[in-house]
Nanobody
């Protein structure tokens, strides 16, 4: 059974930092690209960051330079380090694992609220 479990969300002041974690089980983690998406109330889901199985990364323009995605294949973990947070970063953040065959698995998400 595939499980992706996000953690690390919470309330943070503008300018602050959070580190999100995604624990994966039930997949051969090394073969999957790991992604972070977010969905704010009333808005469409958007891709925030992606890291391939080889470690290549890309980011949404809105977070480039502030967020860093990483992975630890030995621990089946993916991370999203978020710095210089802004109120517009408030959203539910989901991780996903996408295989070479296009099959994608999703976590339930963790809420990030950026507010003073």
């Amino acid at each position: 059974q595939v499980q992706l479990v996000e953690s690390g969300g919470g309330l943070v002041q503008p300018g602050g930092s959070l580190r999100l974690s995604c624990a994966a089980s039930g997949i051969f983690f090394n073969f999957y690209a790991m992604n972070w998406y977010r969905q704010a109330p009333g808005k469409e889901r958007e891709m925030v960051a992606r890291i391939t199985s080889a470690g290549s990364t890309n980011y949404a323009d809105s977070v480039r330079g502030r967020f860093t995605i990483s992975r630890d294949n030995a621990k089946n973990m993916a991370y999203l380090q978020m710095n210089s947070l802004k109120p517009e970063d408030t959203a539910v953040y989901h991780c996903s694992a996408k295989g070479l065959n296009g099959v994608e698995f999703w976590g339930k998400g963790t809420l990030v609220t950026v507010s003073s």
